[in-house]
């Protein structure tokens, strides 16, 4: 576990795996209400990382990563939403973030070695990376963003730190942004020079830890005895891919939805058993703006590539911006509940699958203050509150580097560092 944290990336370009998931008895989901968030993820996390890392160690690591909760609220009749939008940069990411960070620096301790770490970023990985690693020992981050594709809000999260952070603007897409990533990982001179890892989803220790949140969302589901469905907006499928792993663990859902943007490569798969990649288009639901998602090779391979399973397991849903934004306008009108754009795709979605005898969850993965402009539009000014977390970061700075879509500049960078 340790050489794949680190590393990131496998030397043949592909992604880690862990050889085996260790399955929870039936027993422990009889009385997983009776426990806290953090002693949830605990015992989940003892089945990934227990071996690698010592059990009084990783306690202290998950309790201070989630030093925040991720609730469950209802939103209306059988639709609740997963709020994953209550830690430091409000955002799910905030929870893999965290934690890669802390074990990083424990796998970091005893070397004198700068640990260089590359992500890309469509929006939110960058400001929960960036936010989790600020001021850790030993470690630099470098954030790579598409050019006028980020919200100001995301983009204020990650480039008025400083310290041991480091933002690069790349003109060009999120696609270009984590090819020049994987580039990097698979340059010989730059590996030989540098100690380079990951932390986008594609690291081991980035996305497991996000499966915490799906066995603490089944604990805090009210509706017992309805079948559990989960909707989970995807981008980088990094987040479903979690889920999966949390369902293979033995986490009792019924079924999960991928809900995708007009960026539909993985729902053109559920429907056609053909994965082709694309260049990404622009939506309002910028996060999710993924046109070659790394993660889905892991589902891949958890079901030996097998259509019929993994359509089985994920059902697929796509909707336009106009869609997305009607949904956000009416659940606003008839609940007072807001959604950014990317939650507003898996509530849509759960009220088109939700069957009698289910309740849905769905991930709300950002606060909508984090797209102010695109909710405000939809709703209405003055209806979206910027939380004062938020503003501090607004009153920074920013502190960037320009840099083409070339990876030979990108190269020549890190090589002066």
Known sequence: MKYAVTK??????????????????PSFF??????????????????????????????????????????????????????????????FKDVGARFMARLL???NDKTDKTVNVLVATSGDTGSAVANGFLGVPGIHVY?????????????????????????IEIDGTFDDCQRLVKA??????????????????INVARFLPQAFYYFNAYARNV???????????????????????????????????????????VYSYLNTGKYEPRASVQTIANAMDV?????????????????????????????????????????????????????????EALEEYLGENQVGIFLETAHPAKFTETVESVIGKGNVPLPEKLAEFMKGEKLSIAMSKEFEEFKSYLMTI
Do not use: W
């Open 8 to 25: 990131g990336l496998a030397a043949d370009n592909g992604l880690f795996m862990p050889e085996c998931i260790e399955k929870f008895e």
């Open 30 to 91: 009889e009385n997983i209400d009776k426990l806290s968030f953090q002693e949830i993820s605990f015992e989940v996390a003892k089945k990934f990382f227990g071996e690698d890392v010592e059990e009084s160690k990783l306690k202290e690591i998950v309790f201070e990563t989630l030093s925040f909760d991720c609730p469950v609220v209802k939103v209306q009749k059988n639709i609740y939403s997963l709020e994953l939008f209550h830690g430091p940069t409000l955002a």
């Open 105 to 107: 620096n424990y796998f």
């Open 143 to 167: 954030v790579l963003y598409p050019k006028g594709k980020v919200s100001n809000i995301q983009e204020s999260q990650f480039t008025t730190l400083g310290q041991n952070i480091t933002a």
């Open 184 to 201: 990097a990982f698979l340059d010989k001179e730059l590996n030989e020079r540098l100690t380079l890892t990951s932390a986008n989803s």
């Open 223 to 265: 509706e017992k005895g309805k079948e559990l469905v989960v909707a989970v907006p995807s981008g980088n499928f990094g987040n479903l891919t979690a889920g999966l792993f949390a369902l293979e663990m033995g986490l009792p859902i019924k079924q999960f939805i991928a809900a995708n943007n007009n960026n539909d490569i």
């Open 291 to 347: 046109g070659d998602p790394s993660n889905f090779v892991r589902i891949l391979d958890l079901y030996d590539y097998s259509h019929e399973i993994i359509k089985s397991k994920i059902k697929g849903y796509r909707y336009s911006d106009e869609q997305i934004s009607e949904t956000m306008k009416r659940v606003y009108d008839e609940c007072g509940y807001l959604l950014d754009p990317h939650g507003a795709c898996g509530y």
